[in-house]
Structures are given as structure tokens and as C-alpha cells.
């Protein structure tokens, strides 16, 4: 595997130096705060479990005993508690990645027929996915032992979960959750299946104390689950609150990104005034908008006037009237909320300002409709405003840039977005595909710039100033980037985009595919502005949770290589 770098030193100037072989990203700091033990945090890969404490309680109230959390083991021993990092459930989400992503090849227990997708957070430890397991931490002999709803006293006991609640957005639009166990001789035994309702076969019996064991996690549809998991068990009669059947419920978060795609046509909800996002862009017959800068726009071949066009977008600009998806990605609350009143839509709603790509951009309205024609294949960045009418004066709504993919897919590769500037700059082919190649010799290599594409960074116009850069007076040290999960699969298989920390520039952490995990110590979690993931996702790097405030931090970020 190779690794390429590129090199950043931020001082208290802000000034900034480049360097063609390392990426460090340093940063100095005066009277650093610490986040607090349970920041907001998402998961996308490590080992993880869903924890069940038990411990007794004084309160008289044996429920208080309880404590349902999300948890790693910085020690990664299983034999002891000791290393246990919980992690509140209220402020954690447990996000599917890409490889986790799987084709039905036939039915399967009413999560779908042969074709459907899955999306499967594996029982085994597989590189770039969530390793969730199932780990109980209570004293021997607590409770009694249970065996379909009898109890007998027992010297090392067992507890019971069950699941009791699937809601969310994403089960509004007809995703299911379930949990099963694959067997070593073949076969499933399935435990917790949302598709067929809730009922008393949705529980896990026994549970062994101390007991840490893995399941496969199934969940059907994009968007946002909440999952209510109930543990129960009765107390040994010589324990306090003896023979007290006791139990507690936690609901945990889970996630399954949008596509980040649009194909063929899209609703714009468009700003007139300045909003936290001057339009959304809905894709048509979804439940799914995204801001510009989180979605491709994907053209195809379409008749229009009646002449055949092989590339080509239809748009159908609306006001901030018209309703809002469900579900949004980068737009917080139902933004764009921006149009003044009394102004309405013009009658050409949409002014292009500047086209980049390999061809020519037209655009096109026919009976209503409006479109976005290429004359080449490639990577489109389309700079436009909106347009309104304010009695005889027009007004403006902020720029924003649209990205179109031209005869390619979102999962285009380094070979095809070479090909697309080459062609944009009227380069040689080849010219940005040589080993290393930094073609326009801002010291950010082109391989670098392919990853950090919805930076806005071009490989063959030096503009190294686009990189992401973190702000030296911002206390948490947050570095704010995107993260196309396209291009980076986070598997360690193809390139990857890796942040470290380091406080010293000798020992950096970073995450590792197949890690026990510290997202408290090398801390990179979700920044959404919205109510949903997508697989260009929005991400954030900051310093660590429980350091002491350090007179110096230190970020550096590199693309891994096969």
C-alpha cells in the first residue's frame, strides 16, 4: 500500500506552508477546553457494543439499576470491565457504510425479495464496517436464571432482551430492522424482525452475565432508525430488592446514507435571500433533498424539442412554497426559508454564471420544463443563482454550484475524472494520471485532489488554499471536510482519506478498519446540517474528549493507497 501526503503547518499567523511529501495539519492553541465525555459522535467502523451495566441501586428502585450504552474497550480485553469507554445512545449514531451495502440473491425473512438491497452490519469483523456487539457487564449471581418466562435461583444468572420499538424516518418510508445470529453449520436463527411486527418472539433468552457475543444487524430503506431495546431479568432473593422482576429501555440510533445522487431530473427549492442553504435539490419521485455540494446530478440521454440529447438534466425550479422532503441532507430544519415577499419565480428561474467541464453547457425549456444539456462526457461544475421578479425588477437569489456527472456514474473513478480535466484544460491525456503526479504544482498531489473533489479543488490550477484548514482561535480544533464514500470507501481497499492527532508529532493516532476503535481519542465524527446522511457526507475532525488542555494540537490527514 502506498501513502501520499501533503503537507500543511498552520501557526498562530494562520499563514500557511507547502510541502510536496507530508500532510500534517499543526495547530497552536491557547486554553484548549475538552469536550465533554459524550459529545455528539457516529460510528462508521471499529469494534463496538451495545453494553448492558447492571449494578444495585440504593434508591430503593431496583429499575435505577440499569444502564443501556454503546461502548468500546480501550484495552481490547473481554475478560475484565476494565478499559470500558460507554457512550451515551441519545448522542450516538451507528452509520452503515458502503461495504455493508448487499444484493438479496432471494427472500429473505420479510426484509426482502431476490434483488432488493440490504444493508448488513456483519457478526464478523470485516475491514471499513461497524463490529456491533451485544456485552453484558453485571455481578454473578444478581440474577436468577430465566427460561421462557420461569425463574430459578442461580449463582451466575442471566438477563433478557428484547426489542420493543422501530421508528424513525426511514421506517416511515417502509424500512425494517432485525437481528440475527449466523451459524456455524449453516443457517440463520434469526432473534429481533421488525418486518413481521413486534411481539414477544423479538427477545434474546438467555443473555449470559458477562457474556459478549456478535450478531448480524439488518436494516432496509436509507434514512434514520430509532431502535428501543428493553433489558429485564429477576433478582436473586438474597440480593437487594431480592426476587424484583426489574427492567429498562434505551433507544439507540442507527443509519443507513442516501445516495447522494440524483438521475435524470430533480426539484430545486430555491432561495431569493441570503438562507443556511440557497436551495435544495430533491430528486424526482425520492423522499430524499440535499444541499449543493452533498448530491451529483447524473444526466441522461433525453428528447427534447424533438431533438435527442445524450446528456442532459431536467431541472424544475420551485419557490421555498412547495414542501420539503423528509428527509434532508445538509439543509438544518426546513431551510430554504429565503423568498421575499411578493417576489415570484422569473420566468427563467435559473441563471448559469460560469460552466467547468470537458464540453458546453445549454440550457433548455420546453413546455415548462426546463433542462441542463452537455455536449461532451465528464465532471460539470455549473455556477448558477436563482431569479425572481419583484413587480418589473428582477432579484437575485446567492450563488450556489451545481455538480453533473455526464455520461459517467458517482463512482467514477481516478482513470475518468483524469480524462474529464484533462480534457476541461486541454491537457495531453495522461498528464495527471503519471505516478504522484501533481500537475499544477501547488504541493497537493492530483490523486489528493480526486478525493477532496467537493472542496473544489482542480488539479490543473493551483489551489492549494481550497484544502481544508481549521481555525487556530476555535477551541475544539475543528477541521471541517467531505468525505465521498464513493471515492473513499473507508476499507482500506482502494484509497482512503486517514486523519490522525498527535500532540507531540511523535505518536499520532488515527482509525484503523479492523481497530477496537477510540472515537473519543482520534476524534472524527458526522457534521450534517440536516436530519440524514448521504454517501457524500459532511465530516468534522476536532481534538480529542478527556486530554488535558494541551499547549499544542496537532491534526495531519493523507490518502492511503493500494
Known sequence: ??????????????????????????????????????????????????????????????????????????????????????????????????????????????????????WRLPQSNEPGQIFLGLRTVVEAGMFQQSSNGNYFPSNTGNIIVELVDVSGPAVDAGGKFAMWESKSAGGVEMH?????????????????????????????????????????????????????????????????????????????????????????????????????GQVSLVTQAQEIGGIQYPYAFELQPDSTSSAPAPHRVGIAGLEPVAFPAGTTLAATPLEILAVSGPGSAQWLSEAGAHYLTFSESGIYRVQVRAVGQDGTSSVYGPEFELVFLAGLEADYDFAAYADSFERSHGLPSGSLLADGSDYDGDGVADLLEYQLFWEGLDPAIADADKLPQPDPSDPEGLLVFHRDTYKDRINRYESNIVLEYSTDLNDWRGWSDRDHSYPLDQYETGAERGNAYARIQRRVFRLPDGDATPDKAFFRWYISED
Open 1 to 118: 500500500m502506498k501513502t501520499t501526503f501533503v503537507k500543511m503547518k498552520f501557526l498562530n499567523t494562520t499563514q500557511v506552508k507547502l510541502n510536496r511529501s507530508l500532510c500534517s495539519i499543526a495547530l497552536l492553541f491557547a486554553g484548549v477546553s475538552t469536550i465533554t465525555a459524550t459529545p455528539e459522535t457516529d460510528l462508521l467502523l471499529g469494534h463496538f457494543e451495545i453494553q448492558i451495566d447492571y449494578e444495585e441501586s440504593s434508591s430503593g428502585d431496583p429499575d435505577a439499576g440499569w444502564n443501556l450504552s454503546i461502548s468500546y474497550d480501550e484495552s481490547n480485553d473481554f475478560n475484565t470491565a476494565d478499559g470500558i469507554v460507554r457512550l451515551d445512545p441519545a448522542s450516538t449514531t451507528i452509520v452503515a457504510t458502503p461495504d455493508t451495502e448487499n444484493v438479496l440473491p432471494s427472500a429473505f425473512h420479510g426484509l426482502g425479495e431476490a434483488g432488493d438491497t440490504l
Open 192 to 292: 429481533f424482525n421488525s418486518a413481521d411486527g413486534l411481539d414477544g418472539n423479538d427477545r434474546l433468552e438467555p443473555v449470559p452475565i458477562g457474556g459478549h457475543t456478535h450478531y448480524n444487524y439488518g436494516l432496509t430503506e436509507p434514512g434514520n432508525y430509532e431502535v428501543s431495546f428493553r433489558a429485564s431479568g429477576r433478582i436473586n432473593a438474597w440480593q437487594t430488592n431480592g426476587n424484583s422482576i426489574t427492567s429498562s429501555s434505551t433507544t439507540f440510533h442507527f443509519a443507513v446514507p442516501f445516495s447522494s445522487v440524483a438521475r435524470g431530473a430533480a426539484e430545486l427549492r430555491l432561495a431569493l435571500d441570503e438562507a443556511p442553504s440557497p436551495a435544495a435539490i430533491h430528486p424526482t419521485g425520492e423522499t430524499v433533498e440535499y444541499a449543493p
